[in-house]
Each structure stands twice: as C-alpha cells, then as structure tokens.
C-alpha cells in the first residue's frame, strides 16, 4: 500500500521542517557566538545573549524576510514618487537628471552584487523598486525634456520601450523574477494607447486590444514561468472582454464592423482554446457566443424587427449542432462542449423570451369580463410578441427531439406543448380555432402521459445509484452505527425516463384542459363540447394509463361529467337544489362502475361532486333530506364491497340527517323523535360488539347510545313541568336501570340510575318547595345539625358500605 501523503500535503510538511531548521539554525548561531566570546574572553563566564530554546515561532525567517523587504521596497517607491512629482521644481535640470541617474542606476545594478552573495529576496526587491524608478523617470523625461508631445502617445512608446528594456534586464538577471512579469504587462499598452493616440475608432482600439490578446496567447504557449504565465492569461482576459464588449455594442449600430470584429475575437477565443487546455470548454463557449453574436448581427439588420430573436435562435442551434462529434470535422470534445454550451444557451434564451405567449395562453381565458356563456371573447392577447415567437418554441422543441437525450425528450414534450398553448396568442386565432388547439394540447399530452414509452426508444437505461459503501467515511459512535447500517441498504432506483415523460405529460394535458374549460364557458354549445370531449379523452386515458395517470385521468373524467351534468341544469334552467339532486347521479355512477374498475380517485371525485350537490340543495329542507336520503343509499350500496365497509358509517349519518331534517320540514319538536333513531342502532352496535368482545366496556358499547337519549330527555323534562314526558323517561330509565343491574353492567345501571334520580327530583321538587314554606324558619337548620350527628355516629359503617359499592361498581362492565 503506497503510504505517501498527497503532494500538497507533503510541501506542507516539508516547510514546517524547513522552517524549524532555520530556527535551529539561528539558536545554534547564536549560542556559537557566544561560546566564541566566552574563549576569547580574558575568563570568567556570561550569560547567553537569549536562552537555547525558545517558543515556537509564527513565522518562518524567510517569511519575515520578505515581508520587510517588500515593505522597505513599497517605501522607497513612494518616496521616490513623492520625490519626483513634489521637490522636483527645487532642482536644476542637470540636478534632476543627475539624481534620477544616479538612482535608477544603483537600483538596477544592485541586484547583480546582492545576487553574487546569494540574497535573492533582497536582490528581488531592489529591482522592483529599479523598475518603478524607470517608469519615474520616463514621466520625468516627459514633463522636462518633452512636454509638448501628446500625453497618450508618449505613453504608448514609452510602455514599449520600457517593456523592451525590462525584457533585456531579465535576459541580463535570470535569477531575478520581477522583470520578465513586469515587461508582459507593459507590453499590454502599446498598440491599445497607439490607436487611441492616432485618434482611432472604437473599432480600432478594439482590434488593437484583440492583436495584444493574440500576443499573450501566443506567450502562453511558449515556456515560461508561472508569474509571466499569469500576467499573459489576465492580461489576455482583460483585453478580450473589452473588445468583445466593442464588437457587441458595434453589432447593435454597426452589424458588419460588429461582425468582424466579433469573428477575430471568435478566432483568439479558439486558438487559446488549443493553447491552454484546462480553459478550453469556457473558452470554446466565449468563442461559440462571439460567433453566433456576429453571424446575427447582419442578419437581424436585414430582417424586420421581430425576427431577431430567431435569427439569434437559429444561429445557436447551428452551433450547438456541434455538439455532436463529427469524424470530419476532428473537433476536440472540450471545444465541442464549450459550443454546446454556448449554443444552447442561446437558445435557451430565445425559449425564455418565446414562453409568455404561452402563459397567457394557458392562463388568459381566466381573466373574464363578462359573465358565463355571454358569447364575449375576451381572451387577452400579449403586445410584443409576434407570431416569430411560436416560431422559436417550434425550433426549440425540435432541437431538443434531436439531442438523443432524456433531457432532450422531456424538454421537446414541455416546449411542444407550450407551442400550441401559444399558437392561439401569437397567430391571434379564432375562438373556435382556440379550443380545438386547447383540446389537442390536451390529447397530445395525455398520449404521451398514457404511452411514454414511444418517446423513450433509443434511450440508454439509467443506471441505478450505488449505495453508500459501509463503513465508508461514517461518523465515530452510536450514530455511525445507524449510518453504517442505513448504507447497507439497496441501490437508490432512479426515476425512470418513462415515469418522468408521463408525469410530464399527465400534468400538461391536466392544465391544457383546465384551460380548455375556462374558455368554454364563454359560449352554451361550446361548453357542452368541450367537457364531452374531455371526458372522452380522460375516459380513453383512465382506461389505458396505468398508476397515477389512470387514478388522475378517471378523477378528471368524473369532474368532466359533472361539468356536464350542471351544464345542463343550467341549461333547463333547474333551480339549484334540482341541480344538486341531478349532481347526484355522478358519484352513484362512480359507484356502480366500481363494481368492475377500481379507482379510488375517481371515488373521490365523485364524493366531492356528492357534496355539492348536498349544498345545492340546503336552501331548501324537503329537497335536502330527499337527498341525503339518496347519498346514504349510495353509500349503503358502496359498503357492500369488501374493502369499502367504513362507508356504511356514512350511510348511517346520511340516513339519520335525512330523518332529522325530514322532521324538521314535519314541525317535530319532540327530542325523543331526534335521539331515538341514533339510540336505537347505536345499541344494536354495542350490542353486536359486546358479543363479539366480552371484554369490552359497557361505558364504550352502550354509554354514547343512552347518552344520546337520556340527556336530551332530561332537559326537556326540567323545562317542561307538565305532561306525560317525566313518566316515560322514568320508567325507561327505571328499565335501563334494572337491565343494568341484571347483566352487571356499569354504564346502564350508572347512567339509568342518574336519570331515575333526576327524574324523581323533579317531580319531588315542587312539594318539597311547598313543604319549606309551611315549616317554621328554626326547623331546617335543627334537620340538618340533626343529619351531620347521625352521619358523625355511624361514619365509619357508611365509608365500608361506599367501598362495598364501588367495589362492586368496579366488577360490572
């Protein structure tokens, strides 16, 4: 097993090593120091000048080394600066050239002596500051000796002729690394200010600035080093952007000056491609823009105005048309990716700039300003966007069927179908035409939603993403126990091409028929045509698709018929509760397909249709309970499948709402007409239960059931003095009390005896009231100290006797 560390990590290493050897270095110098003082002394010891060891240092002392001389060399140039731009009127001229002579010299001849002694560091930062000195005394040549001359061409002619002088010091002082660098950046001003001096277009400053970029790429090429190669490639970058930016703005006003322009910065952009291959792919993109900007640029100028996105769009097909391999044409792959890029990202644009149309034509029939089936077409219709925008999602859509791609599959279906959402918008087509596009948007998307499958041949398979390898990069502890587990599991599958083309498809054809509906309803006939189309298409879907495609499509085929069934109310002019009594056709019709298609979605629809159709119907009571009636036979009839059984609880509500509200519309004022039909089931269900589980508890079999009953009862009975009511609810209660207390069940006995008790106090109530009034005033207060010393004496046999009782409450169910 190879146990180097990585080559970063190992020069980390190396320096840390190196430094502790200086500092090692330096102690024993100077401990050497003062041995040597201690010999040479007449005798006698001394201390060290500082102890052997020290503290670790935070720096190395080459590091240390730098740092003051580049802050030294800094100093200097300022000084220098401030020296010659400041105190230079208190000089002759002899004395001026004298100074700066003298200066410069000694800065550019000391790095050869102080790189004989091997100080390189210093000799660097000599130099550097010789190089600045040159370029002062290059203003000072032209502020004394040539103030006359144009500012911007000295400048272009002195930057050359220091570049070429840097360049022969560096050839002279190889060692020294600050000239060559130095020399590449003032060679970048000489033609760029040369043109501008000679009072050059834009156009030319640009080709000069694209004639030094060339420069620098070909100094890329060549060997050299690191700090030269940098220099030229930032350089280059700087300059190409502003020439681009040029042939830009020139192919806005100037198509033909634009174009070249952009063409020789297509061209550099290509050979450094070939020159620096890790840039290659961004490079190869920049050129693929320059090019397709000045292949459009002519093209739109000769074009009316609305064709210039898709001249642009067409232009970066052909180019991402490269993005293919070609066995002619021996493009590298890199190049060939920066075009795809490019290419597709222009086109990108384009789909952008072409996808309102679209929007408006999916959302538009939304925005109504007049009512329902007023014949008034008022779909709204986007300003600047012209046909041409159909155009490009029409070139978009079919590039993208040409990739070979799942991305490729997916994006032609997206754009296909927004191109006939916008066809309507762009084309200003007629309401008639506007539906049967809608409607083929429609069954477009649901084929592909329903058959994916003949959009994904040729496709290769996706592979399946590996699990995490166990034990692999986990966390230390409990938690990367659970984590090694976790990766232990099987592959991830990943989404198949045909699940994702059929969602696609399922959600496009949902909205396009969204759409479809909303523009229906400006007109009678057409609203009738419309939702029977959709329910055929989404019947047909339903019964082909499979998963979530049938679930959606037999839902929207439900909510397609009850569009259909309230049109036509509408139409006979039903008033609302006959409407909502029709509505319920539609999910006793779900119900009876049920039998042999199952879909719980489409269940589902038909429930919401249910109820509201039951809401249509609540301004009119005898209405509403003829048709709870009707949804609990539905009901019923559903909880005869086996796995639908919970529906028979539904039943049973809209059964009893139907009563209710039956007796409402009857004028029954009798609670007891209210709670007997929920007592009555409820017990028989507890009943059943308690059979099935002798176990269970009375309180949850029969408590709820004799609940229902007895309290309403007992707030009648307390409002109501008279008549016959207290008898009855006493001797039922009396009944439940016995039945309770014979079968050893809590609840009856429990809340039978309540009510017996409440009862009696009622009727005793008015006697007992009478009885106080005739009793003299001291006689209550004398019965009850007479009830506290009885209950005092014989406390202890009436706590036993309540144990006894509750113990025995206790046994009962």
Known sequence: MDMKPPPAEELRLVDLELSRLDARRAELLARRAWLLGVLRSPGGTQAPPFPVAGPARE????????????????????????????????????????????????????????????????????????????????????????????????????????????????????????????????????????????GGSPAVVAWAAVLTAAADVLLL??????????????????????????????????????????????ALGLYGARTVRPAATALSAVAGLAAVAAVGGPARDALPAGWTVP???????????????????????????????????????????????????LLGPAVRSAGVWSGAHAEPVLGGYPATAALVLLLGAGAAATAGRLWGRWGATVLGWALLMALPVCLGLPYGAGLAVRLVATAGALAVAVRPGALTRGLPEPEPVPAPVAGAGRPEGAWGASWTAGAAAAPVAPVTPEALLSRTGLVAGLAAAGSAVLLGLDARGATFAVLGVLLGLCAAAARFGAGAVREASAAAAVLAAAGLMGAGAAAAGLAPAAAGLLLLLVPAGTAVLAVRVRSAAAESAGAVVGAVGLALTVPRPAVLALALALGGVIAAATALRPERRAASWLAGALFLGAAWVRLAVWGVTVPEAYTLPVTVPALVVGFLRRRRDPAASSWSAYGPGLAVTLVPGLVAVWSDPYGTRPLLLGAGALAVTLLGARFRLQAPLVLGGAALVLVGAHELAPYLVRLVGALPRWLPPAAAGLLLLAVGATYERRLREARRLRERLARMR
């Open 311 to 361: 001249v642009y769009v067409v232009c970066g097909l052909a180019l991402a048309a490269l993005w293919r391999p070609v066995p002619a044409a021996r493009i590298p792959a890199a190049v060939r990716a920066g075009f795809g890029l490019a290419g597709g990202g222009v086109a990108a644009l384009g789909v952008v700039w072409a996808l309102p149309p679209a929007v408006t034509g």
């Open 59 to 198: 720096t190395s002392p080459r590091g240390a080394q730098n740092a003051l001389l580049t802050l030294g060399g800094t100093l200097l140039a300022i000084a220098a600066l401030a020296f010659t731009l400041v105190s230079w009127g208190s000089m002759g001229i002899a004395g001026r050239a004298a100074v700066l002579f003298a200066v410069t010299s000694a800065a550019l001849a000391a790095p050869a002596a102080l790189l004989r002694r091997g100080l390189a560091s210093t000799a660097e930062a000599v130099g550097a500051l010789g190089l600045v000195l040159t370029v002062l005394d290059a203003y000072a040549l032209h502020r004394v000796a040539l103030p006359g001359t144009d500012g911007v061409g000295y400048a272009a002619a002195a930057s050359a002729v220091l570049a070429g002088l840097w360049t022969g010091y560096g050839g002279l002082l190889r060692r020294l690394r600050p000239p060559f660098p130095a020399a590449v950046a003032a060679a970048q001003l000489p033609l760029p200010l040369g043109a501008v001096a000679a």
């Open 221 to 266: 090429g060549r060997p050299a080093g690191a700090a030269v190669r940098v220099t030229a490639a930032a350089s280059a970058g700087v300059l190409a952007a502003g020439a681009l930016l040029t042939g830009g703005l020139l192919s806005l006003t100037d198509p033909w000056t634009g174009a070249a322009l952009l063409l020789g910065c297509a």
